[in-house]
């Protein structure tokens, strides 16, 4: 990627902005413009750097920020993750998903941006009931499971509706892990496994443990977003940020126990109600062939990096869960 001038990330003090910001910052980018709320990110996880601006405020009310900026590149990851939140906060995850999606385009269009790069998600679109990899051609479904899922697509509905004035991309991001996601009731499983591991207590398992889901390592995601930022093809187009390999949840806590040195025991516990989909896969050859997209870090790999960072971060992390629960 060419060195950058202005960009933009919503969402930039979450788990993969920050990272992202990180890798924008190694591409010399001069200026780095994190809108973030501080809902469920955290300052801490920026990197200190003079080319990194921060903002602290809400995407449905980004023009109140003031943001006087010329053409910026923006990377819209700003979001109410994810699905058990949103079936508990639904008007929530509409106004975070639907309004601030809209307002962000709506801002966008009035900058001029190079491009806006939208986190959509992998459980989205296709539905449930797919035991195929998901390609990003099928046909949007009516029988989605969660607002979170409802929302998402609206935004991707939106991006298409200003794709004339915003050249949009749609990355479809599956089950995203790594360093900066700190654990809590509404992430996702394996942060929650790392912490659990590590105090000995048991990793629950919400099913049977047969259940599959793609697995991406923050760092891939991230090269996923950069490629998509600057492709030729991409504008206009839909793209799944995955592996295209499946693990199994049952296999996952025990990859995480290894990891975590840990003597924990796996339970298990009934299936959310909302969790119809067995099997998640991407098929990521579009992203291959458009994008030249290939990720290249395996599970156990990602996950003992991610159990070293909860190593290094454990106080802090701590006292997130003291404060937030």
Wanted: glycine share 8%.
């Amino acid at each position: 990627m060419d060195a950058l001038k202005t960009v933009v990330v919503t969402g930039g003090a979450g788990a993969i902005g920050s990272r992202l910001v990180r890798r924008l910052l190694e591409h010399h980018a001069e200026s780095v413009v994190v809108i973030d709320d501080l809902s469920s990110g955290y300052e801490w996880l920026l990197p200190v750097d003079a080319r990194v601006r921060f903002a602290n405020g809400d995407v449905c009310a980004i023009f109140d920020l003031r943001l006087e900026l010329v053409s910026p590149l923006v990377f819209h990851l700003a979001a109410f993750f994810a699905n058990q939140n949103s079936v508990d906060r639904p008007l929530s995850d509409l106004r975070t998903n639907g309004l601030g999606t809209l307002t962000t385009l709506m801002w966008a269009a009035r900058h001029g941006v190079q491009r806006f790069v939208y986190a959509s998600a992998g459980c989205s679109i296709a539905g449930h009931g797919i035991d195929a990899p998901i390609r990003e051609d099928m046909p949007v479904s009516l029988a989605l499971d969660t607002p979170y899922q409802i929302t998402k697509t609206l935004g991707e509905f939106y991006c298409n509706y200003f794709n004339a004035q915003v050249p949009a991309v749609r990355c479809r991001f599956f089950n995203s892990y790594g360093p900066g996601e700190v654990p809590g009731p509404y992430r996702n499983v394996i942060p929650n496994f790392i912490w659990r591991a590590l105090h000995g207590e048991p990793l629950v398992i919400t099913g049977t443990g047969e259940e599959t889901r793609d697995f991406i390592y923050v760092d891939d995601l991230v090269t996923g977003l950069l490629v998509a930022a600057e492709a030729t093809g991409a504008p206009g187009e839909a793209f799944n940020l995955g592996t295209g390999i499946q693990t199994r949840v049952i296999d996952l806590a025990e990859i995480v126990i290894k990891a975590c040195r840990s003597t924990s025991r796996i339970e298990f516990a009934p299936r959310r109600p909302w969790d119809r989909s067995i099997h998640r896969e991407a098929d990521i050859s579009k992203a291959k062939s458009v994008l030249g997209f290939q990720p290249t870090v395996g599970i156990r790999e990602g996950v003992e990096r991610t159990v070293d960072w909860f190593r290094a971060n454990l106080d802090r992390i701590a006292a997130v869960m003291v404060t937030r629960g």
